[in-house]
């Protein structure tokens, strides 16, 4: 049995919510659609996500710039109509200036089947007209009070040529003309990057802005635990198998030291970088992505999950209800694995208490808030290393007497639409009955925990299958008491 202990005496860390800062999406003209919107207001109002992040705000798709009869004609009304969304709903958008309107761009290199233009302006003069006319009009119609608070972040992953075409250089003259002509309107305003993937080139944007004596406000990266684990034809499995366990917490852990007291924040990860991966429909999504979460702890300031819905398309618009998209919540609004472990996460306290016990596969965090302490366990390794069902038990020292306890769980047979999905016969279009079972399936569900208190100590024990996730609350004040029954249910 993996035996853990939490002396609840014992001095607590601040723990920050630093994952709800942002979420990604894809492009920007999905922000349009009304499913969408449902989605990011759900996952605001359930998660606490804060900002939002997507690709292609100056795409042509999104009528941005196009140049007619002699003229430059500037079109911000649907930018404007995602923005008043935002806002609407109470979060910000994290501005990722991209791609080039094809009427400044240098070249047709185009990504995606949206045809984003990933080319360098062939004019950079126009270029920072374009930006200084769209921040200009944002700050005379949302005030500098509000845009000051979002973040203007320049292009997406410059260092990987299938997002520009240019060189560092480049991309470097890209940031000063645009940083120049945000600044230029007001120094308030936030401006940072290099926005590139698998931290890459941050110590040379650092060195680059001190060299020129320009602002660099934060820095931005990328990292999926699939990077550089294989070639770019290697399975998902394959990849995942031959990560380092903790990469993430050390890449986090070296962007940290290279932002040398800059806010850093990571403006995508997921479990994959791989946009058809059925992990990102089960239960090894939450457990892993919990894992993730936990070990960079203190070493960011913002994580941004991409993405948080599956109504994405970079290659194809999908139909199968269950097809491993990156999102959070699936096509039909139906809640994954991970959209549960998100919101356990959001549920949990802002103290962080050490526990003790260490183990090859479970890991076990306290997490308290006032009168209330939940215990989080995950049963998790990467895939081809070993991993069973563990008994694991719990003792809580210097305990009150707890007045409720129960625990939720995502598992196999816990919150897993899928599963219920494939028994289903996997039925590509879905009934409005189908996808009413599917998401009471993917709720979690409360249940009481028997536990054992004597001379100030708690214990209590469970067991965790293989990527399983736990989390057991324990309230110690009668004034706070809730039922069960009332928690039987979330989010639906």
Not at 41 to 69: I, P, W
Not at 90 to 106: D, N
Not at 277 to 298: E, R
Not at 364 to 386: F, G, K, M
């Amino acid at each position: 049995m993996a035996q853990f202990i939490c002396d609840l005496s014992q001095s607590s860390t601040h723990f920050p919510h630093f994952w709800e800062h942002g979420v990604g999406s894809g492009r920007a003209s999905l922000a349009l659609r009304a499913d969408w919107q449902a989605q990011l207001r759900k996952c605001h109002a359930e998660l606490g996500f804060q900002y939002v992040r997507f690709h292609g705000l100056l795409s042509d798709d999104m009528g941005t710039l196009v140049y007619q009869n002699e003229q430059w004609i500037y079109s911000f009304f649907n930018a404007d109509q995602i923005i008043d969304f935002l806002l609407s709903i109470g979060m910000k958008p994290f501005i990722e200036l991209s791609f080039m309107p094809e009427a400044l761009a240098s070249g047709t290199k185009t990504v995606f089947k949206y045809r984003g233009n990933v080319t360098p302006p062939k004019d950079y003069g126009q270029w920072a007209a374009l930006i200084r006319k769209l921040v200009r009009h944002w700050l005379d119609r949302y005030g500098i009070s509000e845009v000051s608070r979002w973040f203007f972040e320049v292009w997406n992953e410059p260092n990987l040529e299938h997002f520009w075409t240019g060189s560092q250089e480049d991309y470097f003259r890209l940031y000063r003309s645009t940083m120049e002509a945000i600044k230029g309107i007001d120094p308030a305003l936030r401006v940072g990057g290099p926005a590139t993937a698998q931290n890459d080139w941050i110590d040379a944007m650092i060195g680059y802005c001190e060299r020129e004596h320009i602002p660099l406000d934060f820095i931005t990266t990328h990292y999926y635990p699939t990077d550089a684990f294989g070639d770019t034809q290697t399975d998902t499995e394959s990849q995942l198998a031959n990560a380092p366990p903790e990469v993430m917490h050390d890449r986090a852990r070296s962007a940290n030291h290279q932002a040398a007291g800059r806010p850093l924040y990571y403006t995508e990860w997921n479990i994959t970088s791989n946009p058809r991966d059925p992990l990102h429909d089960q239960p090894f999504a939450a457990a892993y992505a919990i894992k993730i979460l936990m070990s960079v702890v203190g070493l960011v300031d913002g994580y941004s999950y991409w993405t948080f819905s599956d109504i994405f398309e970079e290659n194809y618009f999908p139909s199968v209800p269950f097809h491993g998209g990156f999102g959070l919540l699936n096509l039909h609004s139906i809640p994954k694995p991970v959209y549960r472990a998100f919101e356990l996460l959001h549920r949990l306290g802002d103290r962080l208490i050490a526990v003790e016990g260490p183990h090859d596969t479970v890991r076990v965090w306290a997490i308290r808030n006032e009168e209330r302490l939940t215990i989080l366990l995950i049963n998790h390794a990467l895939p081809r290393h070993a991993i069973q069902t563990e008994r694991v038990n719990i003792r809580l020292l210097n305990s009150p007497v707890p007045t409720q306890a129960w625990i939720e769980r995502i598992d196999h047979e816990h919150a897993n639409p899928r599963q219920v999905w494939l028994n289903m016969g996997q039925p590509t279009y879905l009934t409005e009955g189908e996808v009413d079972r599917l998401c009471t399936f993917s709720q979690m569900v409360a249940e009481r925990i028997d536990y054992v208190h004597n001379d100030k100590v708690t214990t209590f024990d469970l067991s965790l299958p293989p990527h399983g996730v736990a989390a057991a609350t324990l309230i110690f004040n009668k004034d706070e008491s809730v039922e069960p029954e009332e928690l039987a249910r979330h989010g639906g």
